[in-house]
Nanobody
């Protein structure tokens, strides 16, 4: 059974920071690369950043240099440190191991005011 619980979102001003967390079920976390995705109102869910089991990371160009993805394999927890936030980062953020996964958490809302 897949369980994903995201938290840490909120309302921040442009230039602010947030740290998102995602607790995942062990059956997917321990054996998969994990990723953060986001979905803005009226738009499709898109990939933001990913991290392998061995901590190799990759970022979408729009967040590279501002966001940092990390994972704690002992706690089955995925993180996303978001700095220098922009209004265009406003979206609901989700974690998962693949974009076409059938089971998703509730996500966490990030709103950046201008």
């Amino acid at each position: 059974q897949v369980q994903l619980v995201e938290s840490g979102g909120g309302l921040v001003e442009t230039g602010g920071s947030l740290r998102l967390s995602c607790v995942a079920s062990e059956n997917i976390f321990r054996t998969n690369a994990m990723a953060w995705y986001r979905q803005a109102p009226g738009k499709q869910r898109v990939w933001v950043a990913s991290i392998t089991i061995n901590d190799l990371t990759n970022y979408d160009a729009s967040v590279k240099g501002r966001f940092t993805i990390s994972r704690d394999n002992h706690k089955n927890t995925l993180y996303l440190q978001m700095d220098s936030l922009k209004p265009e980062d406003t979206a609901r953020y989700y974690c998962n191991y693949r974009l076409d996964a059938t089971s998703w958490g509730q996500g966490t809302q990030v709103t950046v005011s201008s």
